[in-house]
C-alpha cells in the first residue's frame, strides 16, 4: 500500500532529553539554581520599535523569556456598532507554537484568552480612552518563548508597545511576579521554578502578578494562583511592587532611546540663522 509521502513520520509532540533526567536536589544556600538570589530580578532586555509595519512595537527578554507585542491604530470603529465617546482598547496574547515544553496550537485556546484579559485590563486604567472617541487600538502580543513570568513580560512590552505608538497614557504599566514555595519568595520566577513541585504541599503553594502605574503608585492588576494566607499574599504584593519599581527605570530609558531615534537632532546653527532670518538680519 503507498504511503503518504508529505506525511511527517514523526511523534505529534517531542521533549528535550533534559526532560527526563534526574534534577539534583536544591541545597538551602539562599541563592536560586540560576544563582540569583530570592529578591533578584532577571536579566531585563527591553527595545522599542522593532515591527517596522505596525504604529508601535516592543520586543522584551526577562531571561529566556521573550514577548513581543505590536499596536495597531487609532483606527475608526466598524459602524455597525454602537455609539461611544470613549476609545476601545483590544488586546490579543498567543503563545508561539514552539514557545513552551509542549507544542501549543495555532488556534487561540482559553488560557490564552483568559491571559489576554488579564493584560486588558490592566492597560485599560492607564491609556486616556477619551482622547481618541469612535476609534480602536489593536494590541497583538506574542510569546516567542516562555521561561517563567510570561504574564509580567506580555504588560511591560505591551505598556511599551503604546508608548511607542504615541498613544496617550496616564503612566507606563510595568508587570511583576513571585512564587510562593513554603517560606521560599522567589521574585520573577523561572519555568522550572513556577511549575516546581518541591513544596506543592505546603500551606503557602503559589503565585502572584502584579500590574504597577509607577508613577502613580496605583496598582492596574492582581492575579493570585494557588493556596496563600492573607499575610503571605501581602508580602508578595509588597515585593512584585518593588520589582516593577526596579524594571521601570529599564522602560523609561528604553522610550527616550526610542523617541531620540524618532526624532531627528537639530542643529543648533539652522535654528540660529532661521531666528537672524526672522529679525530682519542677514
Not at 522599542?48 to 508601535?56: I, L
Not at 472617541?133 to 502580543?141: G, M
Not at 526624532?263 to 546653527?269: I, N, R
Request: proline share 5%; aromatic share 4%; with cysteine.
Amino acid at each position: 500500500m503507498p504511503g503518504d509521502s508529505r506525511r511527517v513520520p514523526g511523534p505529534q509532540d517531542s521533549r528535550s532529553p533534559h526532560w527526563y533526567g534526574k534534577q539534583p536536589p536544591h541545597q538551602e544556600t539562599g541563592t536560586r539554581k540560576d544563582g540569583r538570589g530570592n529578591q533578584d530580578l532577571r536579566p531585563v532586555y527591553l527595545h522599542a520599535g522593532v515591527v517596522s509595519q505596525a504604529t508601535g512595537s516592543a520586543y522584551i527578554e526577562l531571561g529566556q523569556t521573550k514577548v513581543i507585542a505590536a499596536v495597531y491604530g487609532p483606527r475608526e470603529i466598524a459602524r455597525r456598532e454602537e455609539f461611544t465617546m470613549k476609545g476601545r482598547l483590544c488586546c490579543e496574547l498567543k503563545f508561539a507554537t514552539f514557545s513552551c515544553r509542549r507544542r501549543r496550537q495555532h488556534m487561540q485556546d482559553n488560557q490564552e484568552k483568559d491571559v489576554s484579559l488579564i493584560v486588558l485590563q490592566a492597560l485599560e486604567p492607564a491609556v486616556c480612552l477619551d482622547r481618541f472617541p469612535k476609534s480602536q487600538v489593536d494590541v497583538y502580543i506574542t510569546v516567542l518563548q516562555d521561561d517563567g513570568s510570561a504574564l509580567a513580560a506580555a504588560i511591560t512590552c505591551a505598556a511599551a508597545g503604546l508608548a511607542d505608538a504615541g498613544v496617550m497614557m496616564y503612566d507606563v504599566v510595568t508587570g511583576c511576579s513571585v512564587t510562593q514555595c513554603g517560606d521560599r519568595q522567589l521574585l520573577d520566577p523561572s519555568g522550572s521554578e513556577e511549575s516546581s513541585q518541591e513544596e506543592e504541599n505546603a500551606e503557602d503553594h503559589g503565585m502572584v502578578t502584579v500590574g504597577l502605574l509607577p508613577s502613580l503608585n496605583q496598582v492596574s492588576a492582581l492575579v493570585l494562583d494557588g493556596h496563600l494566607q492573607q499575610q503571605t499574599a501581602v508580602q508578595a504584593v509588597k515585593t512584585c511592587i518593588s520589582g516593577c519599581q526596579g524594571i521601570y527605570p529599564i522602560l523609561k530609558d528604553c522610550l527616550v532611546t526610542s523617541t531620540r531615534r524618532k526624532v531627528p537632532a537639530v542643529d543648533p546653527t539652522s535654528i540660529r540663522t532661521s531666528t537672524d532670518g526672522q529679525n530682519g538680519r542677514k
